[in-house]
């Protein structure tokens, strides 16, 4: 009796542990990783001065909303690259090259909080902390333009994003 209740619980506790597994797995939606990470994004704009709606579409775009190999295997989800003054963890993914370094997080919350301070310690980015926090297109064009991404199309993708979620509202606080 007391063998039939251990394999039961055991066969229990495998079907638990599998569906959990199968949960993390999923991919999460753009409206998940909105929902999620907007409370953060809007903290870091206090904090930072830097629209949160820019914030949550950049983790979009550059973490395809949390789904990509690399924020699964570093949190990373704003593609930042190691650069000659990274001396945090690192992981190396196939980029614009063949297994470039990318910064690796302990957590999101980490990722979001170093995105942050990459864009404000950055000389390159000091003229979008003159903008206006609700001038997400001045922002989404002044990251264009002092090439946080290759893609020419960056800042219509970023203002695109914004306008089709409502984003601009979060960067109301």
């Not at 066969?11 to 990783?33: K, N």
């Not at 000659?84 to 910064?103: H, K, M, P, S």
């Not at 264009?144 to 800042?155: F, L, W």
């Given at each position: ?10 066969l229990f506790a ?10 993390a797995q999923r ?85 979001y909080r170093d ?59």
């Amino acid at each position: 009796m007391a063998m039939k209740l251990f394999v039961r619980l055991a066969l229990f506790a495998a079907l638990v542990g599998a569906a959990a597994d199968a949960l993390a797995q999923r991919e999460m939606t753009r409206e998940e990783y909105i929902a999620t990470y907007a409370p953060l994004a809007i903290q870091q704009q206090k904090e930072y001065g830097i629209p949160a709606s820019i914030k949550i579409a950049q983790g979009i775009i550059e973490s395809r909303y949390g789904n990509s190999d690399l924020s699964r295997r570093s949190n990373n989800h704003f593609g930042i690259k190691c650069k000659n003054n990274w001396i945090g963890d690192t992981v190396r993914y196939d980029d614009d090259a063949l297994q470039e370094c990318f910064r690796r997080y302990g957590s999101i919350e980490d990722s979001y909080r170093d995105h942050s301070e990459f864009l404000d310690r950055s000389e390159r980015y000091q003229d979008l902390f003159k903008l206006d926090p609700t001038d997400y297109k001045g922002w989404a064009h002044g990251l264009q333009k002092a090439g946080y991404a290759t893609n020419p199309q960056y800042a219509q993708q970023l203002i695109k994003i914004i306008e089709d979620y409502q984003l601009f509202l979060l960067d109301e606080g």
